[in-house]
T-cell receptor
Framework: DAGVIQSPRHEVTEMGQEVTLRCKPISGHDYLFWYRQTMMRGLELLIYFNNNVPIDDSGMPEDRFSAKMPNASFSTLKIQPSEPRDSAVYFC???????????????FGPGTRLLVL | GQNIDQPTEMTATEGAIVQINCTYQTSGFNGLFWYQQHAGEAPTFLSYNVLDGLEEKGRFSSFLSRSKGYSYLLLKELQMKDSASYLCASRGGTYKYIFGTGTRLKVLA
């Protein structure tokens, strides 16, 4: 398996522009997670999906952020409009489930490094 | 509330043993995880504890005390490649994961 795939790997944009981050989870995984990582705040869970349905989006910072999962093999995280404080590394992760142990291991993608000027 | 505390940085010598501590406050606690993250890379899973006690996996062991809200990751026979950040994460009753800011470990020759 190729693992979790994210695109783009790097994104530089200007304040006010729309940014779309993409993720392809590992085939067969039922859960998909979006995280944001910064030096100051560490790794923060933004939202997670179970079987394509958003379960908890309480970590989404503002209405400028939205996430979708139209099918089991694709998810997007959109920021519109983007602001400099959104600059961070955004990770997507997937797992088999929440039964504990090895099946709950989250496999992270390589991340998208976003810089908003 | 939800909170994770772990030291920001630690330094140890190659071949030594190091213990990285983590304290947590998590509503409906339902599991404690440790991840390793090398600079510029994604986190990778190291260990999972849900019951009190020690889980050993090769050179790495993880301990949990639910009553104290405390965990540690023990790394033995340190190698240069162990230089990385180690993230402690707890899972709450709503299956929400809370990550600490990580402990940056430097292994010196």
């Amino acid at each position: 398996d190729a693992g979790v795939i994210q695109s783009p790997r790097h994104e530089v944009t200007e304040m006010g522009q729309e940014v779309t981050l993409r993720c392809k989870p590992i085939s067969g995984h039922d859960y998909l997670f979006w995280y944001r990582q910064t030096m100051m705040r560490g790794l923060e869970l933004l939202i997670y999906f179970n079987n394509n349905v958003p379960i908890d989006d309480s970590g989404m910072p503002e209405d400028r952020f939205s996430a979708k999962m139209p099918n089991a093999s694709f998810s997007t995280l959109k920021i519109q409009p983007s602001e400099p404080r959104d600059s961070a590394v955004y990770f997507c992760a997937s797992s088999f489930g929440l039964a504990g142990g090895a099946r709950e291991t989250q496999y992270f993608g390589p991340g998208t490094r976003l810089l908003v000027l | 509330g939800q909170n994770i505390d772990q030291p920001t940085e630690m330094t140890a010598t190659e071949g030594a043993i190091v213990q990285i501590n983590c304290t947590y406050q998590t509503s409906g606690f339902n599991g404690l995880f440790w991840y390793q993250q090398h600079a510029g890379e994604a986190p990778t899973f190291l260990s999972y504890n849900v019951l009190d006690g020690l889980e050993e996996k090769g050179r790495f062991s993880s301990f949990l005390s639910r009553s104290k809200g405390y965990s540690y990751l023990l790394l033995k026979e340190l190698q240069m490649k162990d230089s990385a950040s180690y993230l402690c994460a707890s899972r709450g009753g709503t299956y929400k994961y809370i990550f600490g800011t990580g402990t940056r470990l430097k292994v010196l020759a």
